[in-house]
């Protein structure tokens, strides 16, 4: 198939869900008036893209999660929309562009396929980023092959937060895997719409692109947003419940009040890190109805409880914890032990900087200056003009929260896990932050300087964004065309797993129906049809398998059920058995590399 076509059908699977978003949201948000298209673009979107998410996990549990149930709920929501399609063909159609503004509508349409095409182009190869492969697309394969919402005992997250995952899931019914990451993608132009959106009604239109230029200038976010990871997801629904609390703050409509819930409520549903702005939106709206009596307060948690309920009840019930595996001191410690609780929390803090006073004074400071090496750059400049913004910020009662969320949540991230793609569900807010105090800056100069440093800014604000995207571009130059047939993909991925080889092998021979114990492999389960064991923690842990002699280790891998064995002495070395029971139970059928794959007689 032509690399164009290629990269056309993916877009339209993952459109198809994305679009219903856009059209369901503004279906239910209909009564409310928005500022601009932006506004109405960013806010429908991520109401419609969690409410689909709820419906999928609906249909999971009723044992329903079909291609075709998933396609006429997709179906349905076009039809409800029906009138939001209408009126747009309406609009384009009469739309009459004036000559004047050609030359700017095709500068912003040639810098958005700048900007997007070699973002399409990266999520058009084939997941190979560790958490994608161990967990997230894991678990959405999981739920698509078995057409249920169920607990995942071998996966190494039995229960979460998943709303993320069921968009997963409808695009891998609906197309494969990269319309997968193509949806996260989608979530990163919502957040640029919502920036857009939200500095236009704050009276300062051009911060939103200085805005969208800075959250486009960070590797990191653009390294998220081209994989199935859960980050992107996070930030466009915080960002939008922030944005739809300070509307309210200014038109004190009810309606501005439950968006911010809902959308609050689908960052908690995505992810544990959400339940912070469900916390921080409460506690604001808390102190303005101490001022002002009314309800408020009870009005959002209801609406935060409808978006987030689903998930946290499902957790409860199957995990007897709203928030398994943590606080396994109060609700218990089902599917795991306490040693594995804890070995969770001690790799969540392994991150970063001490946890005192001093490490978080130089905060803005490290994050800018010396990221961790592990991790991709995130591009600091808003967090090192961190208490300048915060001062502009404070100055205007329409940003005054601002600065107020994110030091909460840096101080939040700070005292739980200090990895740097946690940090990004409130980029957005410091990069409006930064892009106002500039253009504030700006504001304040005379006429005849104002319109030359407005546009030297914006071309600054355009470089601070072209780094990352030379990145993007280098790569595409780098690794070639993405591949596009069963034969090209398989050696692309053979070429970056070792182990890859022998489970394509096993699925061949066996399809779904055999069970593999691997050693240090985790990052794989995405790519084993069958099921894969094999962890530090939960069901399978490495330290419930005998490793003293081959009779002890041949009775663990009975009791677990597995007919296969892979050692994967590449990062972590495993010492098998040398003895004549080894020897004569384990034969050898793969070996690839650092990695041998025995079946167990």
């Not at 492999?521 to 003293?548: C, H, I, N, P």
């Amino acid at each position: 198939m032509p690399l164009l076509l290629f990269g056309i059908s993916h877009l339209l699977a993952a459109g198809l869900i994305v679009a219903a978003g856009c059209v369901l949201g503004r279906r239910l948000l209909r009564p409310m008036r928005f500022d601009s298209f932006w506004e109405a673009l960013s806010i429908s979107a991520a109401i419609g893209l969690g409410s689909i998410g709820t419906g999928i996990l609906l249909l999971g549990l009723c044992g329903l999660l079909y291609r075709s149930s998933v396609l006429a709920l997709l179906l349905a929501c076009h039809g409800l929309g029906w009138t939001s399609w209408r009126s747009a063909i309406r609009r384009v159609r009469a739309m009459r562009l004036p000559r004047r503004s050609v030359p700017r509508f095709a500068l912003l349409a040639l810098a958005a396929l700048l900007v997007g095409a070699p973002l399409v182009w990266r999520a058009l190869y084939p997941p190979t980023q560790f958490d994608a492969t161990l967990y997230h697309l894991a678990s959405a394969r999981e739920f698509a092959v078995s057409h249920r919402v169920a607990p995942l005992p071998a996966m190494r997250f039995v229960v979460f937060p998943q709303l993320n995952e069921m968009l997963f899931a409808a695009a891998l019914l609906l197309s494969d895997d990269l319309a997968a990451q193509l949806v996260e993608l989608f979530f990163l132009a919502l957040v640029c719409a919502a920036m857009v959106g939200w500095a236009r009604r704050s009276g300062t239109p051009r911060a939103g692109l200085w805005a969208a230029a800075l959250w486009l200038g960070s590797p990191l976010v653009l390294y998220l947003a081209t994989a199935a990871y859960v980050e992107i997801a996070v930030a466009a629904f915080a960002t939008v419940a922030l944005y739809a609390f300070s509307c309210w703050t200014q038109t004190e409509e009810r309606g501005w009040l439950i968006v911010s819930g809902l959308s609050a409520g689908f960052a908690a549903g995505t992810k544990y890190s959400g339940l912070f702005f469900v916390g921080a939106i409460f506690a604001a709206v808390l102190l303005r109805a101490l001022r002002r009596r009314g309800w408020a307060a009870p009005l959002l948690l209801a609406a935060s409880a409808a978006a987030a309920g689903p998930w946290y009840a499902r957790n409860m019930i199957c995990a007897g914890s709203p928030v398994w595996p943590f606080l396994g001191e109060v609700f218990g410690y089902r599917f795991w032990t306490a040693r594995d609780v804890a070995s969770v929390e001690w790799s969540l803090r392994s991150y970063g900087w001490p946890r005192t006073v001093a490490s978080f004074v130089a905060l803005p400071w490290n994050i800018a200056i010396h990221p961790h090496a592990s991790e991709a750059p995130l591009f600091g400049i808003s967090f090192l003009l961190l208490p300048l913004s915060a001062i502009v910020a404070l100055r205007d009662a329409r940003t005054r929260w601002l600065p107020a969320w994110s030091l909460g949540y840096l101080l939040f991230w700070f005292l739980t896990s200090q990895q740097l793609r946690f940090l990004v569900p409130i980029l957005p807010v410091l990069s409006l932050m930064t892009a106002n105090a500039g253009e504030r800056l700006v504001a304040r100069l005379s006429d005849s300087w104002r319109r030359p440093l407005g546009v030297s800014c914006a071309a600054a604000l355009v470089l601070f964004a072209a780094p990352a995207l030379a990145r993007q571009y280098a790569g595409m130059a780098a690794e070639g065309a993405p591949p596009r047939t069963q034969g090209e993909r398989d050696a692309y991925l053979g070429a970056r797993f070792p182990s890859y080889r022998c489970y394509a092998d096993l699925n061949a021979r066996f399809g779904d129906r055999y069970t593999i114990y691997a050693f240090h492999d985790e990052s794989m389960k995405y790519y084993a049809r069958g099921t894969q064991l094999g962890d530090w923690f939960g069901f399978g842990r490495y330290s419930d398998v005998a490793l003293d002699n081959g009779r002890g280790l041949r009775e663990s891998l009975e009791r677990l059920g597995a007919q296969f064995l892979l050692v994967n002495q590449g990062a972590t070395r495993t010492e098998l058995p040398r003895d004549p029971d080894f020897d004569s139970r384990f034969r050898p059928i793969c070996r690839n590399g650092p990695v041998t794959v025995y079946a167990v007689r």
